[in-house]
C-alpha cells in the first residue's frame, strides 16, 4: 500500500504536515515540508490519548478543536499506525507567543475522507467524522434536562410561545408577493413571546432574527425567487444583523428584509412567461459576477451561437 506519495500531496494541498505515529505513539514520518520547532507536535500525544479514550468506536476516526484549531486522528489497522491531520506549532520571533498552523474544519474532513477512500476504496462523509466523536447518548441527556428546565421556566412564567399561525402567514405572504397581506401579519397581536435563543437579550434576538431570515429566504425561493439572489441578499442581511446593537435595529433589518422578500417575489410573479435562454442567462451571470464575462463563453456554456447571444445582450441593454 503506497500512501506516503499521498500524505505528501495531501500535506501540500491542507498546507499543514501529516504525521504518522506507530501503534506506541511513536513518531515514523512527517509529511510535507515543515520549518519544524522541537515542540510542533507536542500536543500530537493529546490527540492520540484522546483517541485512544474514545475507544475507536464506529469509524477509526477521531476529531476535536481546541479555540477553533482542528485535529483529526485516523487509525489504519493494516499498517497499525495513526494519522494526524491538524494544528501544528509554527516558529515565532517571540517565543512566549504560541502560534499554530492549521486548516478550516472541511478541509481537514475533507482530507481524512479523500485517505479514508484510498485506503478502504470506501467514502465517509463529513458528519460521519464529526460524529465519530459524540457521545450521543450523553448529548440526548443534555437535551432532555434542558428540555424540563425550560419548559418548567415557561410554565412557572405562565407563558407560551408565539403563535405558529401567525409565522404560517407572515411566510405566505411572502411566497405570495402580498405586501398588504405581510403587513397585516405583522400587526397581529397575540398572548405568546418569543424564543430565548441565548442568555444574552441582544444575542437572543439576532439569533431569531437570523432564524426568520433563513425561513424567509426559502419562502422568497419558493415564491420564484432565483435561488442564488436570495441567499446572497440572506448572508447580506444576516451580516447586517451580526453587526446590530440594539434590539430595534435588528428588528427594522429583519422586517426591512421580509418587505424586501416579498418586493421581489411579486416583481418575479409579473413575468408570467420568461424565455428559458433569458432565465439561463440570468442564472449563469449570477454564478460569473466576480469573474469576466466574455460572449463567447457565455454563448459556449448556454449551448447557443454568439451571433445569436450578441443580439440577445444588445436586446437587453435596450
Given at each position: ?282 442564472n449563469l451571470i449570477l454564478k460569473k ?30
Open positions: 500500500m503506497d500512501y506516503q506519495s499521498m500524505c505528501e500531496h495531501l500535506a501540500k494541498i491542507i498546507k499543514v504536515p501529516i504525521r504518522e505515529y506507530d501503534s506506541n505513539h511513536r513518531l515514523r514520518h512527517v509529511f510535507g515540508d515543515f520549518n519544524a520547532i522541537p515542540s510542533s507536535l507536542e500536543e500530537d500525544s493529546n490527540a492520540l490519548e484522546m483517541y485512544d479514550e474514545l475507544n475507536k468506536m464506529t469509524l477509526p476516526v477521531a476529531f476535536s478543536d481546541k479555540n477553533l484549531l482542528y485535529t483529526a486522528v485516523l487509525y489504519v489497522e493494516e499498517l497499525s499506525c495513526y494519522f494526524i491531520f491538524g494544528r501544528v506549532k509554527v516558529p515565532h520571533a517571540d517565543q512566549i507567543i504560541q502560534r499554530h498552523s492549521y486548516a478550516d474544519l472541511e478541509t481537514i474532513c475533507e482530507a481524512v475522507s479523500l485517505f479514508y477512500d484510498y485506503l478502504y476504496d470506501q467514502k465517509i462523509s463529513i458528519f460521519d467524522i464529526l460524529s465519530s466523536s459524540m457521545d450521543e447518548s450523553s448529548i440526548q441527556a443534555e437535551i432532555s434536562k434542558k428540555l424540563g428546565e425550560t419548559a418548567f421556566q415557561y410554565q412557572e412564567m405562565g407563558e407560551l410561545h408565539n403563535p405558529y399561525d401567525q409565522e404560517q402567514r407572515e411566510q405566505a405572504s411572502i411566497r405570495e408577493g402580498n405586501h398588504d397581506k405581510l403587513m397585516l401579519s405583522f400587526q397581529e397581536s397575540y398572548a405568546g413571546r418569543v424564543a430565548s435563543l441565548s442568555k444574552d437579550e441582544l444575542r437572543s434576538i439576532k439569533n431569531l432574527g437570523i432564524v426568520v431570515l433563513a425561513i424567509s429566504t426559502r419562502s422568497a425561493i419558493e415564491g420564484g425567487v432565483h435561488s442564488e439572489q436570495a441567499f446572497l441578499l440572506s448572508d447580506s442581511y444576516i451580516l447586517k444583523v451580526d453587526e446590530a446593537k440594539t434590539q430595534n435595529e435588528v428588528y427594522n433589518i429583519v422586517r426591512g428584509a421580509e418587505i424586501y422578500f416579498t418586493k421581489l417575489v411579486s416583481e418575479t410573479k409579473e413575468i408570467k412567461v420568461e424565455n428559458p435562454l433569458i432565465f439561463r442567462t440570468k459576477m466576480h469573474e469576466k464575462i466574455v460572449a463567447e463563453e457565455m454563448a459556449r456554456e448556454l449551448n447557443t451561437t454568439q451571433h445569436i447571444y450578441r443580439q440577445f445582450l444588445k436586446r437587453k441593454q435596450e
